[in-house]
């Protein structure tokens, strides 16, 4: 990914810090959590094709390092909110596999007890703001994340995620703005998979830099390698600390690519299969992570028991996912209206 | 034995396609990710990717054979590279080659799996009291409104301001924003005041930008925050109505019961004067159709005040449609300190036998004004200010109609699936037997409103309007 390598090498504001990113451990971890990640997708992907998993199922292969490497910035009551591609995020944050599977089934063992599907599951517990199946939408509701941290004076900074079709939406302009004007700890990402939909981001951005589009506010922003873990984590670091200390939203826009289509009914007619295999080839996130843990001296062993612990998470949600009933009737009647009290 | 690769489905509807070609052979060893075959519906191509890991053993489906069944096995893998699931996550698909599991109501461990789910909440009972009808007309009698004791004249204005005021002094996580709230007092001076008592935290200015400070305050409520929305007019409110509806509206039932938005969206609703089409509206209708709303619309300065704190306190999304040109009238309003009106009641604001007028916002004035005028001529009109129209008082109403036997709706907005559209229908499902006239309907004209101010007399509901309304229901 030639626009990637360029983004690491030469546009990161700020200095590089002199001690890598990660230590082996937390490197080790983060492998562990994009496997999960990839490991969950391939099973929901074959549960979809199974017919197991109905309507729109967005998979977020190809993307791990963007949300494992954020979360490592984190501190406790921080905020994520993403949009409809949202497995992988909610994985990243702590929610465990099982319920975030049998909501995909549509069954009462779901996060949301089946009534809210692929697109919309959140988890206050674990700080996840959902889950949000209109573009743009969740940019508006993540500035109102960080309102919130404003209005309580807290040090707590929201992840706001969307992708580089979102970044047009005019919603997100007017966040872009808002934020700035207000100072607030908000950190916009923009997975830029290079692709909304089946519209490259050429034909859709006159900007070609992404990471500039908060520059008419002030908002400063770098390009990152989305694919690579460590350099997330790093310019992560960097935009917490920019939030956390009062200087208001930071944007960081991700080189990313998705292997899959933009949903499971997309056979992704629009780029060619050398260039989906060049990036698994070259920069898949996964690999890229366990070449490094291998350099790094741990043994093959020790990453075929992550694999085997993963997969049988995966397993386990797979089965349960099944196995959960779907809601009962009653539950169509639930949660229209909380009971004033 | 090995796992077997089933012909997957491309969408929900897909139930066969053509196995296009092969990509790999027997004999290839396969990871988990690639790209194995192609398939063909008559709508796309799609690649195959192998989820397990091994060595391709066997084909079962050459490639371009067609009406090749979702599900059926399309090859065979040695389990080789299954690793930590003894061969069990494979094995378990072969398990199920035929048709999506049933629900697992069927399953023997349900019980085993209704205690896992019960992770996520506590479910099996909640919802098993509540019912479709809840919103229908029962027969029972309708609580006597309370008595708040003293009472002063006060503007609607000062009403709403003041229930802002109370409510906030009362709980720090009730804040306003909006265009002009603060340095500016309010663009109806609605807010006159309360920068200075709360300060730049909690009354905020925001710039033009309605759909993305919607937005961020709807944030910020689902984290607990109370926000109150001004809208200078909600006319201004369909640049934010995704976020309302989409977000407000929808989030608890899309997160089973876990993110609530307590947040409240008022200002002025319908025509002002001379205006003209883009600002003379009335968005009851539209909010009044989306479940996860309330929506009330006060007209006196009590309804406004008490209305409106009702509003604040609620943990759902309320909408608040007051109305410009009453902001200025005064009426008497409670004095005691914690007086509210409690959404969902309607009020019977003049009692009579012959007629029903149900009316909300400033047609209560213009039926107030009818009774007058039909009390002249002989008919006893009862007046209700419906106050909420959803969740809608329907028992005020049909106990009304069960004494009058006809009835009359007024409002500003638009004939089509109105409010009294709505009232005339539940008035025939719960007392179709009671009435002896068709119910009228006296509403605003089916067209934008003109700016000439002859023609948006016209385009609005008249005094006479109703007073013949009435007259017809009564046949004199």
């Known amino acids: 990914m030639a626009q990637a390598a360029e983004a690491t090498s030469g546009k990161r504001r700020g200095k590089a810090a002199s001690a890598p990113p990660m230590t082996r451990d937390q490197l080790l971890q983060a492998y562990r959590d994009m496997l999960l990640i990839r490991r969950f997708e391939e099973k929901a992907g074959q549960l979809y094709g199974m017919g197991l998993i109905g309507g729109f199922c967005h998979l977020y292969i190809g993307q791990e390092a963007v949300v494992v490497g954020m979360q490592a910035c984190l501190e406790p009551g921080d905020q994520v909110i993403t949009s409809y591609r949202d497995h992988g995020h909610m994985l990243a944050t702590g929610m465990e596999a099982r319920g975030v599977m049998a909501e995909l089934t549509g069954r009462i063992g779901g996060y949301s007890h089946g009534k809210g599907g692929s697109m919309h599951m959140f988890s206050r517990e674990k700080g996840f703001f959902g889950g949000h199946g209109i573009v743009g939408a969740q940019v508006s509701l993540g500035t109102g994340l960080a309102f919130a941290n404003w209005y309580r004076e807290s040090r707590n900074v929201s992840l706001t995620y969307f992708g580089e079709g979102a970044s047009n939406q005019g919603q997100v302009f007017e966040s872009f703005n808002l934020a700035a004007l207000m100072k607030l700890p908000v950190i916009f990402i923009i997975e830029n998979n290079k692709y909304g939909m089946g519209t490259s981001v050429e034909r859709a951005s006159a900007s070609r830099d992404l990471s500039k589009n908060g520059a008419p506010w002030g908002i400063p922003g770098e390009q990152v390698n989305g694919m690579d873990v460590m350099a997330v984590k790093e310019a992560g670091e960097r935009a917490a600390a920019h939030c956390r200390a009062g200087n208001g939203p930071y944007l960081l826009e991700m080189k990313t690519y998705r292997y899959r289509g933009h949903s499971m009914s997309d056979p992704a007619k629009y780029r060619t299969r050398e260039e989906v295999q060049k990036m698994r080839e070259q920069s898949d996130p996964i690999e890229t992570a366990r070449k490094l843990l291998l350099e790094q001296g741990l043994d093959e062993a020790a990453l075929k028991t992550i694999d085997d612990e993963v997969k049988a998470i995966v397993q386990e949600a797979a089965d349960f996912a099944q196995q959960s009933p779907e809601p009962p009737e009653s539950e169509l009647w639930t949660d229209v209206l909380l009971e004033a009290r | ?476």
């Open chain 2, 1 to 476: 034995m090995g796992v077997e690769i089933l012909m997957p489905a491309l969408s929900p509807t897909m139930t066969e396609g053509k196995l296009a070609r092969w990509l790999k052979k027997e004999g290839d060893a396969v990871k988990s990710g690639d790209v194995i075959a192609e398939i063909e519906t008559d709508k796309a191509t799609m690649e195959v990717e192998a989820v397990d890991e091994g060595t391709l053993t066997k084909i079962v489906v050459p490639e371009g054979t067609e009406g090749v069944a979702v599900n059926s096995p399309i090859a065979e893998l040695d389990g080789g590279g299954a690793g930590g699931s003894k061969g069990a996550a494979p094995g378990h698909d072969t398990a199920m080659p035929q048709q999506p599991a049933p629900p697992a109501a069927a399953s023997p461990e349900v019980g085993e799996v209704a205690k896992q789910a019960e992770d996520y909440g506590a479910v099996a009972q909640r919802g098993a009291d509540r019912k479709e009808g809840a919103a229908k007309m029962g027969e029972a009698a309708a609580a006597p409104e309370k008595d708040w004791g003293p009472t002063k004249p006060m503007t609607v204005r000062e009403a709403l301001r003041d229930a802002m005021a109370l409510e906030m002094r009362a709980d720090d996580k009730v804040f306003l924003m909006g265009e002009e709230v603060a340095q500016y007092q309010g663009a109806y001076k609605i807010s006159q005041g309360l920068l200075d008592e709360f300060g730049p935290r909690r009354v905020i200015d925001t710039p033009i930008t309605e759909h993305g400070f919607t937005g961020m305050a709807v944030g910020a409520a689902f984290t607990g925050l109370k926000p109150i929305v001004e809208f200078m007019t909600f006319n201004f409110s369909m640049q934010a109505i995704d976020q309302i509806i989409n977000s407000a509206a929808k989030t608890l039932y899309m997160s089973g019961g876990q993110l609530g938005c307590p947040i409240v969206f008022r200002g002025p609703n319908g025509a002002a004067a001379r205006v003209a089409a883009q600002h003379s509206q009335c968005y009851a209708s539209w909010y009044a159709h989306v479940p996860g709303l309330k929506v009330v619309a006060p007209w006196s300065s009590a309804d406004a005040k008490g209305l409106l704190r009702a509003a604040i306190r609620d943990p759902n999304p309320v909408i608040v449609l007051e109305n410009e040109i009453l902001y200025g009238h005064s009426f008497d309003c409670p004095t005691a300190d914690d007086f509210i009106v409690p959404i969902g009641k309607a009020k019977v604001e003049r009692a009579g036998k012959d007629v029903t007028i149900v009316a909300y916002s400033i047609a209560v004035t213009w039926a107030m004004q009818a009774a007058e005028e039909l009390a002249k001529q002989g008919i006893e009109a009862e007046v209700i200010n419906l106050r909420s129209i959803r969740p809608l008082d329907a028992e005020t109403i049909a106990n009304s109609v069960r004494k009058t036997n006809r009835l009359v709706t007024v409002e500003e907005g638009w004939p089509y699936a109105n409010i009294g559209t709505e009232i005339a229908m539940q008035v025939m499902e719960a007392a179709f037997d009671w009435l002896d006239a068709p119910p009228v309907r006296v509403c605003g004209k089916d067209v934008p409103m003109p700016y000439a101010a002859n023609l948006e007399k016209l385009a609005l509901p008249t005094i006479p309007e109703i007073v013949d309304a009435a007259k017809r229901v009564t046949y004199k």
